[in-house]
């Protein structure tokens, strides 16, 4: 295909331009989505972290109260209350980070209120020990309403873990996925780039730097080569133009240096015939000339220099055939001169 050099880089600018738009887009949103996996993974990670840490709070808590209870020793409510304070704040977390998730905002009223039963349990407990009735405080513990209560929250805990994990799995496959789509995004614009690269520097070779190797060599071996073709449809159209732009212009030289060869031959001719014609003006008004001598020679020894009507006619004669020679001479010459420059 017979192609010019403008149209090849016109198209590979509009196949960059084209390729990098879409590929540009397709990153863009690979790379949203991404980052929104990316989010939504983290956020997993970290409700679940709360989860863990509300069961060790909610422990804490119990442990505070059991140690109180078997010790009277107010240092083992230190952390009892840091658990329940800690153990609302977490829940409370939890409620804020699970606020799109209805089916975990419903366990999370459920579990509020098993919380707040067990709490107002080891709540009631310590406030029994704390009047000395120990006994009625341990009665209280021994009736397992608290276990029963702690059993309760495990098991809701343990759903609302087991909903976050399968999440977990979802949007890890799904951060994956982003990740690899961006990753391969990527990769597919590298190598749209690399084949339109290849193409470009293919086609400038092909199209471009042979056929001007070939017009090199032809025209550094002109005239010794006497085949020149360069083929028209596999190269572009400048260096075509071109080839056959030389090709003309070397028809044309030769054409001169023949058209020149001739006339210098032709000149070459003319001047010789000139050359003799002008001996042979020369060869007669020398004869004339030294007739004309002899004849007055003879009439200066003769007559003494005495000229009759007669000999004065006959050198007058003499003189005008020589003057008409000369300017005959003079006109063939200037002719020819002027011819010449014509030509």
Known sequence: MNYSLKSVL????????????????????????????????????EVLDLVSQLKVQVKSTETGQRGYL????????????????????????????????????????????????????????IQLAKKGAINEAKKLVKTDIGRHLMEEIELVLLAFEQEERYLLNKRTREYIEAKSLHSTSVIILECVYIILIVWLIYSIRDKVLKPLRVLGLYIKNYPESEKFEIAKDSNCIEVSELAQGIKSRCSESEKAIIQLKQNEQEMAEQLKYVTQRALALCSSNEH??????????????????????????????????????????????KSNINQSNKT
Not at 311 to 323: G, Q
């Open 288 to 333: 004339f000339t030294a007739k004309l001598s002899s004849m007055l020679q003879q009439y200066f020894r003769d007559k003494q220099g005495a000229f009759s009507y007669e000999d004065i006619d006959n050198i007058l004669k003499l003189t005008i055939s020589e003057r008409d020679s000369n300017k005959e001479l003079e006109l063939y010459l």
């Open 70 to 125: 078997l010790t009277e020793d107010l240092e083992y409510l230190v952390p009892y209350n840091q658990g329940l304070n800690l153990s609302l704040n977490t829940f409370e977390a939890l409620k804020i980070k699970t606020k799109d998730n209805p089916t975990q905002q419903k366990r999370l009223n459920e579990l509020n209120g098993i919380l707040n039963q067990r709490f107002s349990e080891l709540e009631q407990t």
């Open 10 to 45: 016109v198209i590979f600018i509009s196949f960059s331009i084209f390729a990098g738009t879409v590929n540009l887009l397709i990153i863009t949103s690979s790379y949203s989505n991404k980052n929104e996996h990316e989010f939504w993974l983290i956020h997993t990670y």
